[in-house]
């Protein structure tokens, strides 16, 4: 190959042209969502909103159920450049702060996981169904159980 050909494609993979997208933009907006519990099948609704923090870049979400559900939470999710990956911590009413690891988007995929000493072993599944829609399950791992769906839901931006 000419060295100038080789060049030529070193600087436009270097060109702010071919900027990767933002993978948290998907996120961003208003989400409304109905599910259930597992596996009392009981409904659930939740409201969700995603928001850039202008200083920092971060994703902040806030999550809040719909009567008769209590679960309030706030989040944080950015890129931890040292481990290579994404960081989340969730603050809410019922376990306190949690921190949550993600190796960004697999196919449609965005997996939050928590394995802490001594705490349960956790995930948040988001899975882009559309443009506009997604779904979430939240997987609980109980006494060291194997994952298992404590609650899904199907969720609408706008």
Known sequence: MPTSLLIAGLMAVASPDSVAPDPLAYFEGAWTCAGHFEPSKKPLASAMTFSRDPDTG????????????????????SFAKVAG??????????????WYASPGWEGDRWTWTRQGAGEPGEQFVYSRTGPTTMTVDWMISRAGAPLSLGDTLACTKG
């Open 85 to 98: 990956g994404f960081r989340a911590s969730t603050a809410d009413g019922f376990s306190g702060l949690r």
């Open 58 to 77: 971060a994703l902040l979400k806030q999550h809040r159920d719909q009567a008769p559900g209590t679960y309030k939470a706030n989040e944080t999710w």
